[in-house]
């Protein structure tokens, strides 16, 4: 069934679209990551032009997100203090990473900068987490259960202005969290993705947070900034497109559902895993269109 | 159609009479793009008519392009840069049609003189309008041709010879496929007769291509209502991630 497009111009199997969300909500529901790196190639792959892509990639990871949400709502695993605290950071951060996009887009090459950024990030965190993850695996193979993480005093904890986060077990300062939301704004507005991928992490080994209820803390944080990024580009490039949203969405919110259950019947382990091999391959297919001979050195580029 | 080609016949007759003319018709004079839209078909057919029996002295050639709204584009080259492909050089075109289609009766070269090419612009290359390279690029051809060649890849410029047929030098008659792609503009429609490669007589009109229905509601929502049409976005997403979870945790149950 062919679906024309009003805002991408294009042509585009309904079925194809209704499964691309169906697989980024599985992923979504499973690591509570938006899924915004993996959809906005895929649409690029299929013909989409890539501010729409990008645009209407955000209005997507609302979806799914908010499906995801609240799964994760009724086991009790988002910390809404945590949440809010790195939204706040969040928001800031996304409006400065908005103006240094824009100041990078004056100097030209904001594409090859945007690829960069993601082989590099990419890069580090799936090298990390795959390293870390493999190194606990092993370890609760061969001395049974992990023993609970030490309780370090660390920079979260001799930092002013302490807070209790009651859902994650956490008192410590709001300074790391505050920074960390920033940091992930600025990449996720440079990037054009909810930043998911770059915060589940960053709460797991910055911020020592339980990883129950990392990923519904990440979400709830991610649906606020994707809004607000859905929201930016709708009003000034126009770039969104309803009925493109609409099938991936449905798509996405029911692969978000089968996402949420496959996540908890998996452990915590195997699923950090999963999700460094998924962000290693993604970083190694992203690498290798920067560094391969392309087929065609020329391309058409908007004017 | 039968019936148009009657009509078409009543008006060689009853006009009034010149050298050889074209006269038109379309199976399509616009084309709606609705929400199933996947790409379209347009029949191009007419007749010449002509006041005196045909000159013999060259075969009567026929040439059709169907061409889409213009604009300016930037063309790319990539280098390495220290191990990475990165663009480097790039080529503004000044004019350059979304959609171009050229059919005729035979291999443009035969039938087409180059001097009434460049007058008419009818060939691919010659529709495109490139002004000047900037100064670091030397040569601007490879950009131009790389153009051609992406564009003819992606199936939105055609060149396709034989597919115009010509019946007893009067009936012609071609069908060019529109891809699922269209932008919305006008697509002009050009019919050139020509022989021994000189253009003998020409005539162009329009095609209006235009979304209608929930397309044209939502394009002019979001270009007019940009505020509405991103919350109706928003709300969209929500309701549906809020809907699913519910669906399926009643499921569930």
């Not at chain 1, 899924?35 to 890539?50: A, C, Q, R, S, V």
């Not at chain 1, 649906?223 to 609409?246: E, G, P, R």
């Amino acid at each position: 069934m062919q679906i024309y497009l009003p805002i991408a111009e294009i042509s585009v199997n309904a079925f194809l679209l209704l499964g691309l969300g169906g697989m980024v909500g599985v992923l979504s529901g499973m690591f509570g990551v938006g899924g915004g790196f993996l959809i906005t190639p895929l649409l690029f792959f299929i013909g989409i032009p890539p501010a729409v892509a990008v645009a209407t990639g955000a209005n997507q990871i609302v979806a799914s997100s908010f499906s995801a949400l609240m799964a994760h709502l009724k086991r009790k695993t988002v910390d809404f203090k945590m949440g809010s605290v790195l939204l706040a950071g969040g928001l800031v951060g996304s409006g400065f990473g908005v103006w240094i996009f824009n100041l990078l887009k004056q100097l030209g090459q904001v594409d090859l900068l945007v690829n960069l950024f993601y082989v590099v990030f990419l890069g580090i965190i799936g090298a990390l987490m795959m390293v870390e993850s493999l190194r606990a695996l092993r370890r609760s193979r061969t001395q049974g259960p992990v023993k609970a993480h030490r309780k370090t005093r660390g920079l979260a904890q001799t930092l002013p202005l302490k807070m209790r986060f009651r859902a994650s077990g956490l008192y410590i300062s709001v300074i790391p969290p505050l920074l960390v939301g920033l940091a992930v704004g600025v990449l996720a507005a440079i990037m054009g993705v909810g930043g998911g991928f770059i915060m589940v992490p960053a709460m797991i080994y910055l911020l020592h947070m339980p990883t129950k209820v990392v990923v519904g803390t990440s979400l709830f944080q991610i649906i606020f900034v994707s809004a607000f990024t859905t929201m930016l580009h709708a009003t000034t490039n126009h770039t969104v497109d309803i009925a493109l949203a609409l099938f991936l969405l449905i798509g996405g919110v029911i692969g978000a559902q089968f996402g949420t259950q496959l996540g908890a019947r998996l452990r915590a382990e195997q699923l950090r895993v999963a999700l460094a091999a998924l962000v290693l391959i993604v970083c190694g297919k992203l690498a290798l269109d920067l560094l391969l001979t392309p087929s065609d050195l020329y391309s058409i580029g908007a004017s | 159609m039968l019936r148009r080609l009657a009509l078409l016949l009543l008006l060689i007759i009853a006009a009034p009479l010149h050298a050889e003319e074209v006269v038109l018709g379309l199976s399509h004079e616009e084309i709606r793009i609705t929400t199933d839209f996947d790409g379209s078909d347009i029949l191009i057919y007419g007749a010449v008519k002509r006041d005196k029996p045909a000159d013999d002295s060259a075969p009567l050639e026929v040439i059709i392009t169907v061409a889409g709204p213009s604009g300016p584009v930037t063309v790319w080259r990539k280098e390495r840069v220290f191990g990475i492909w990165m663009n480097t050089k790039s080529v503004e075109i000044d004019r350059a049609p979304s959609f171009y289609a050229v059919a005729s009766t035979g291999p443009l070269k035969e039938i087409l003189s180059e001097t009434e090419d460049l007058r008419h612009k009818i060939s691919i290359p010659r529709a495109i309008r490139s002004v000047g390279a900037p100064l670091d690029v030397q040569d601007a051809q490879p950009f131009n041709d790389a153009l051609i060649r992406i564009r003819e890849n992606t199936g939105t410029y055609k060149l396709l010879p034989d597919t115009a047929s010509l019946k007893e030098s009067t009936l012609f008659d071609a069908n060019i496929a529109l891809p699922a792609n269209l932008t919305e503009g006008e697509y002009l429609t050009r019919i050139f007769l020509t022989r021994g490669g000189a253009v003998v007589s020409s005539y162009e009109t329009p095609i209006i291509v235009q979304k209608v229905g929930l397309e044209r509601w939502l394009y002019e929502l979001s270009r007019e209502q940009a505020f509405l049409y991103g919350l109706m976005s928003l709300a969209i997403a929500v309701a549906a991630g809020w809907g699913a979870s519910t669906f399926f945790a009643l499921i569930r149950r």
